[in-house]
């Protein structure tokens, strides 16, 4: 339904970001401010998810404001559109660079656009992390970019451990995404189940905002498959959640989705269906840290909503921790660049404390959270800290 | 399930979607008609009608009231799109109406993102009874969507046939100056043709937001390819054309989509099929030569 707060946040959407400009440009103090870039898709069709990774980097950047900045100084976010394509990317992060001279990049972005934008702000020597692009591509080969959530084939993996090992899940269809992120996720669920003696029954790729999923779940519906493995963006696992439920696939065989079913149109759209769906989440607000549910609190007030989206939580995290680069190694690129590397048992919003490999990537335990329609939000089941399934390094290997 | 049943399923998941893609083009293709202009920004009326329904539902919880509502204000902001954007621009090239109308497309998507937020909007009319028939399962949505498509086609018939009104649009169609010349008021009736074709858009809009229990500011995007596709496919501004092509481009893409592993999306399996009627059949489906 339409809410006062989605007209707001609208609004909002048009101001600031459309046209390129910052939050909080000044410093109080006299000194010049610290400049942040942030690039995601705020228009086009990706809208929803830049708009929430936009709210999450502000929000970080005004509390650390409001406590008097970074030595004294403001931090200033300077916010692009890329609008969800790749050549939009490459061109707002050489604009942040060249002419607002960021210092860093919060990339709030998707896969596909930060692969594309991730070589150029490496090659500036500009540090950046990525808040939630999953696909390996993104870091890979790029020495300044950071990442501040999963490997896409890490989630699928541990995906297909959880699906065998704690649902008995013996024979498997898989919805895959036909982009980096997708195909990441593809890999790691299909090598968990065959290493752990599974068969995938059926597999279907389709293209990103797909909405039409019923021929293809009445193929799976004959089937009668165990489990039903997707990976794609939030709207479409929504729609293919509840076409399931309402064809009788679900909840017969267990859905398992992707981070992305934290996405707000999961939380709008999932309605009556989709209890007892299983994601695999880098950052789930049922954690029982307290300072998950201070920061929910905080959000609650400050959003008036309760929801608080999956690029929103981990696009704040990802902000926070190049807050926290910048006070360790100063306010240049190179100390900041430094600092990140030294990242040391950081500890993330969901209350676990992460590292970074040699390779800029976490070692991040993944909660396995299962969707409750009473309490219309994930309930946490686990979280995933075997280093032997949430260890990005091995996935390398696939991606020359 | 047996074989049997599983393709009767398909098609019945095809109907579906091919009535759909008929909502659209057949407004698409009663507006060429008459004008010879692609108007893309119909699939922003598409949008506008689902948006439109939401909030009357939101207000009202009829969904009967709200559906009724969104066609009815569709089609009056249709008609207010031709007279103050088209008329003035019938006397230039059809280029000039044809980017006027890509920018309406992208204003009218923006504007819904600005006013209603970036997000999806759930369109839940409560409709969630499903039915098992034969071995077929049919959701209590697909006999709302097949009924009410049928419906419109019928009226759409009758309205076009046996009222004076359905005459002078047939006629203006046939030939503008000939109609004037007959007393037919021209410009009344063209600005009639783009209220039935957007309030007929809307109905389509809010179908699909009650199918995928989704309304978003750039719903019309996948609509404004196909529907051209569909109207080139149909025959250039043949109605029948139109809807045979939408159900038969639900019913390939359904199987393509369905039994090859080629990822191509819906989009390009429209434009494929696009290209090779063009190749086969340059006149379209139904079109003349």
Redesign the interface.
Same mark, same amino acid.
């Given at each position: 339904m339409i809410t006062r707060r989605a007209l707001l946040q609208g609004l909002g959407a048009l101001s600031l970001a459309d046209l390129g400009l910052v939050l909080l440009p000044s410093a109080a103090s006299g000194q010049a401010a610290i400049k942040l870039g942030f690039f995601g898709p705020l228009t086009g069709r990706f809208s929803g998810v830049g708009t929430e990774a936009r709210h999450g980097a502000e929000f970080a950047v005004r509390e650390a404001n409001e406590v008097g900045g970074i030595g004294g100084r403001k931090v200033e976010l300077v916010v692009y559109d890329d609008r969800g394509d790749r050549k939009e990317a490459v061109s707002v992060v050489r604009k942040a660079m060249e002419a607002d001279r960021v210092i860093a990049f919060n990339g709030g972005s998707l896969s596909l656009t930060s692969i594309a934008a991730a070589p150029v702000i490496s090659e500036a020597k500009i540090p950046m992390v990525a808040a939630y692009s999953n696909a390996v591509g993104v870091v890979k080969g790029n020495d300044h970019v950071f990442r501040w959530c999963s490997v896409a084939d890490v989630q699928g993996w541990v995906m297909a451990h959880h699906a065998v090992g704690k649902k008995g899940a013996k024979t498997f269809a898989m919805f895959v995404q036909d982009e980096e992120y997708g195909r990441g996720i593809a890999n790691g669920v299909e090598r968990g189940i065959s290493k752990l003696d599974g068969t995938v029954a059926y597999k279907k790729l389709f293209s990103p905002g797909e909405k039409e999923f019923r021929a293809f779940l009445t193929e799976v519906k004959a089937l009668s498959v165990d489990a039903v493995c997707a990976s794609a963006f939030g709207g479409s696992l929504t729609a293919l959640c509840r076409q399931g439920w309402d064809l009788g696939v679900f909840p017969k065989a267990q859905f398992y989705g992707s981070c992305t079913m934290t996405e707000i149109d999961w939380f709008e759209g999932i309605g009556a269906a989709g209890e007892g769906a299983i994601a695999v989440l880098e950052f789930i607000q049922t954690a029982p840290d307290p300072g998950t549910a201070a920061f929910v609190q905080r959000w609650q007030k400050a959003y008036n909503t309760s929801i608080v989206s999956h690029q929103a939580g981990l696009t704040y995290d990802a902000t926070r921790l190049l807050l926290d680069a910048v006070k360790r190694g100063g306010p240049t690129p190179a100390g900041i660049q430094g600092a990140l590397h030294d990242t040391k048992n950081f500890k993330n919003l969901s209350g676990m404390t992460v590292s970074f490999t040699e390779l800029r990537e976490p070692v991040l335990p993944l909660a396995v959270g299962q969707w409750e329609g009473k309490l219309k939000n994930f309930k946490l089941l686990e979280f995933a800290t075997d280093p032997a399934l949430i260890d990005p390094r091995p996935w390398y290997q696939y991606y020359k | !399930?047996t074989t049997t049943i599983?393709l009767l399923?398909?098609i019945l998941?095809?109907l579906?979607?091919g009535s759909i893609y008929a909502m659209i083009a057949i407004g698409l293709a009663m507006i060429y008609g008459i004008l010879r202009v692609l108007h893309i920004a119909h699939a922003g009326m598409y949008a506008v009608g689902a948006?439109l329904g939401?909030?009357l539902y939101?207000h009202t919880r009829s969904f009967a009231l709200a559906l009724t509502g969104a066609m009815v204000l569709t089609g009056i902001l249709g008609g207010l799109i031709e007279r103050i954007v088209y008329r003035p621009m019938l006397t230039r090239p059809r280029i000039v109406a044809l980017i006027a109308s890509i920018g309406l497309y992208i204003c009218l998507s923006?504007l819904l993102?600005?006013? %209603?937020?970036?997000?999806?909007? %759930?369109f839940?009319v409560g409709i969630?009874a499903?039915y098992r028939l034969l071995g077929l399962?049919i959701?209590g949505v697909d006999f709302v969507i097949l009924g009410g498509t049928s419906a419109i086609f019928v009226l759409l018939w009758l309205f076009l046939q046996r009222t004076r009104m359905g005459f002078a649009i047939r006629a203006v169609a046939q030939d503008p100056e000939a109609a004037r010349t007959m007393g037919i008021d021209v410009d009344r009736t063209v600005q009639l043709v783009f209220f039935v074709g957007s309030a007929i858009a809307a109905f389509g809009g809010v179908m699909v937001g009650i199918l995928?229990?989704?309304v978003?500011? $750039?719903m019309g995007? $996948?609509v404004s390819y196909k529907g051209l596709a569909l109207i080139v496919i149909g025959g250039f501004g043949s109605l029948v054309g139109s809807a045979v092509a939408a159900l038969a481009l639900g019913i390939g893409e359904?199987l393509i !989509?369905?039994y090859t592993?080629v990822?191509?999306?819906?989009e390009?399996i429209a434009m494929l099929m696009l290209i090779i009627l063009i190749l086969v059949r340059p006149q379209g489906l139904l079109g003349r030569d």
């Open positions: - | !399930m599983v399923q398909q998941n095809a579906t979607v948006y939401l909030l939101v923006d993102r600005i006013v %209603a937020g970036p997000h999806e909007h %759930a839940d969630t499903t399962t959701a995928y229990n989704a978003y500011p $750039t995007d $996948t359904t !989509m369905t592993q990822p191509l999306s819906r390009g």
